[in-house]
């Protein structure tokens, strides 16, 4: 995380004391986590003032979320950012509940990817700085709220108080965010039943564990190159308990003994915690100028690291309508979409994460439906729709338009021949802006007034192309599709609707 810099606009206020510090800028989020981070580039990206707040002094350097999926490799591979991730390991199994899950689609990264989060936020905070991003960590928000056609904030920090007058405010600040509170969004749903506790712990011999479920409890392990064993452990019967801190190392040590019969209190603790299957929702993402995203929206059991990978797909529904927004190209209506698109993903995700609590913290009486569902997910349908569910490639906005079958979807993977060149469509979403995907020579142009928001390309696919032959397809910067057609009937609707009106 960079360091914190000194406030434009700072003056000794009348007697010689220090007046607080203010800053103007357009768009203010707090939170510097992998999802403010992306939603801060994302804006940047989009030629917004960006200024993050964060609380944290530096980076993190704890392990939390691990898993990448495959619609979050799609999302990073458009903003060329997975050459700065490396090569993280492939695993094409993952999991739906502790049952054995083959998560493999068609496209470029089937499966899950193993990227500790202390990566995917370096690379993202790299990515956000590069594009000119304000980060001012040691910052705690104290006090947020809106101002006429403004926000105005203050963040208390070493050097005191920082005053932010911002035109909008986004809030990534976590499951408990102080944002959240400070507004008093309502977030209905119920708090923890039961719990997993977890660390990292080294100087361990323990076998590697697969969500083995034994007669006393869950348990998991596995070591990693590094010699350090991951441990996780659920007690049957046992509930979750108010936590205000995190557990003790003892406390994991006491479950995993009584839950395997093995010993780990000699080893060491790089670190501990629990998770419990809380489940919240916002009742909105937005509050007039401010907005949610990532766990300040949603409050779930971060089971098959899916928790992360909603958050960094909210991030990337609302940067780009955002952007439009403050630059006046787009009217404000556009972000009540970002609202109705993802609160809907957010409320089918956690239903998902509840079942699969239940499925994997419920002592004998899940047996039967565990069962059950063990002959389900060998059908080849129902394998297929839990992974879509799962990896985010499924996801499918309610777009008005003519019925295609790639309305509201995203774009799928392939190459396009174009200009004497063969580019893949992640590649082709890498300009800023929209996109007009024209194919096979129809006849379809881009109507005058849209050329500074939407990029159009013309090209040929192969046979049996994911998105057909023919045809043209409009393309929100999100890789979702607004508009499909064979004739202009209905396009500049779309790009009106999703761009703002035209421009002479």
């Known amino acids: 995380m960079a360091p914190d810099s000194a406030a434009d606009g700072a003056e000794p206020a009348p007697g010689g004391t220090r007046r607080p510090d203010r800053l103007d800028t357009q768009v203010l989020v707090v939170g510097a986590g992998p999802v403010g981070l992306m939603l801060a580039a994302e804006l940047a990206r989009g030629g917004v003032d960006v200024v993050v707040v964060e609380r944290r002094k530096g980076p993190s350097t704890e392990s939390r979320a691990s898993t990448l999926h495959a619609r979050t490799m799609e999302i990073l591979d458009a903003r060329e950012l997975l050459p700065d991730v490396g090569t993280p390991p492939n695993e094409p199994r993952g999991h739906f509940g502790g049952l054995p899950l083959d998560l493999t689609l068609p496209g470029p990264h089937p499966g899950q990817w193993k990227v500790p989060q202390t990566r995917t936020e370096a690379v993202l905070e790299e990515w956000a700085l590069s594009l000119g991003v304000d980060i001012r960590c040691g910052h705690e928000l104290a006090a947020a709220g809106e101002v006429g056609d403004h926000v105005e904030a203050e963040a208390v920090g070493r050097d005191g108080v920082l005053r932010l007058r911002a035109r909008y405010l986004v809030a990534c600040d976590g499951e408990d965010s102080t944002v959240r509170r ?86 060491t603790p790089l670190w501990v915690n629990s998770f419990g299957d809380a489940s919240r929702q916002l009742a909105s993402y937005r509050h007039g100028r401010i907005l949610f995203a990532g766990d300040a929206a949603h409050r779930q059991m971060p089971i098959g690291g899916q928790a992360l990978n909603l958050g960094l797909q909210d991030a990337f529904n609302l940067g780009w309508k955002l952007a439009l927004t403050v630059r006046g190209q787009a009217p404000e ?59 985010g490639l499924d996801v499918r906005y309610p777009v008005p338009g003519p019925a295609h079958p790639l309305l509201g979807a995203r774009l799928p993977h392939t190459a396009v021949r174009t200009g004497g060149r063969e580019l893949t469509t992640a590649e082709l979403l890498r300009p800023r802006g929209g996109l007009l995907l024209v194919l096979g020579g129809t006849g379809v142009r881009l109507p005058g007034g849209w050329a500074d928001r939407v990029t159009a390309v013309a090209g040929e696919v192969g046979p049996g192309s994911p998105t057909g032959e023919t045809g043209a397809l409009l393309v929100r910067p999100d890789g979702h599709v607004a508009w499909a057609g064979r004739t202009e009937d209905g396009l500049a609707e779309a790009l009106e609707r999703w761009f703002g009106p035209a421009r002479n």
Do not use: C
């Open 333 to 391: 209506s556009l972000l009540d979409t970002y609202h109705e698109e993802r609160h809907a993903v957010g409320r089918r995700v956690l239903a998902d994460i509840e079942a699969q609590a239940l499925l994997l913290l419920g002592g004998p009486e899940a047996e039967p439906l565990r069962a059950l569902l063990g002959e389900l997910v060998a059908l080849e349908e129902v394998r297929d729709h839990l992974a879509g569910m799962i990896s």
């Open 182 to 267: 400070l507004t008093g969004a309502g977030f209905p749903g119920h708090d923890a039943v039961r719990e997993l506790l977890r660390a990292d712990v080294e100087g361990i011999d323990v076998p590697d564990r697969r969500f083995q479920r034994l007669e006393r409890g869950l348990a998991v392990a596995w070591r990693n190159d590094r010699g350090v064993t991951r441990v996780m452990a659920h007690e049957f019967g046992s509930t979750a308990r108010p936590r205000t801190s995190a557990p003790s190392f003892e406390e994991v040590a006491t479950v995993w003994k009584r839950v395997t019969g093995e010993d780990i209190s000699g080893g």
